[in-house]
């Protein structure tokens, strides 16, 4: 991309900063160490990758030449101190839209939407927006869906 046409490219400019600004904003993005599916004491495992389903994901299903959506759950439990939730991340490869039935998220909390490459940034529509335990979402073909926990 050629930068100094940022004009010409605002939304997608925009859209870089918002992922720069949420990686410097979560310190444990920026690890030194591969995410595991380790447990941390009482805490959830640190990664856990999940079937459209809404299962962990299994041997059979990465085999799975047929599946074209996948979800990794981050656990945010080492900050929580610091008011950041957990992080799930949905990709829709898929020509069609999948729908996906979201974990639960940390008690307390729900699912809110940061952001949804299927939908313009400057449409406020989807950002923000609350998902109740238990919801399905609707992921739109070839995109990506950020949510994060936010206290109830």
């Known amino acids: 991309m050629d930068w100094s046409l940022r004009q010409r490219h605002a939304p997608r400019v925009a859209f870089v900063r918002r992922l720069i600004d949420l990686r410097r904003s979560r310190l444990w993005l920026r690890r030194d160490t591969f995410l595991k599916g380790t447990r941390r004491g009482a805490h959830a495992k640190d990664v856990t990758w999940l079937h459209p389903t809404g299962r962990e994901m299994t041997h059979v299903d990465w085999n799975d030449s047929n599946l074209?959506?996948?979800?990794?759950h981050m656990n945010g439990a080492t900050s929580r101190q610091q008011d950041s939730g957990d992080?799930?991340?949905?990709f829709n490869a898929d020509e069609v839209p999948v729908t996906m039935a979201l974990p639960a998220p940390p008690e307390g909390s729900l699912w809110a939407v940061v952001f949804d490459t299927a939908v313009e940034e400057d449409?406020?529509?989807?950002?923000?927006?609350?998902l109740q335990r238990n919801e399905l979402l609707t992921i739109d073909h070839r995109s990506t869906v950020l949510l994060e926990s936010q206290r109830a």
Do not use: E, I, K, M
């Open 68 to 72: 074209r959506s996948v979800a990794v």
């Open 123 to 130: 449409d406020d529509r989807t950002r923000g927006r609350l």
């Open 87 to 90: 992080l799930l991340v949905v």
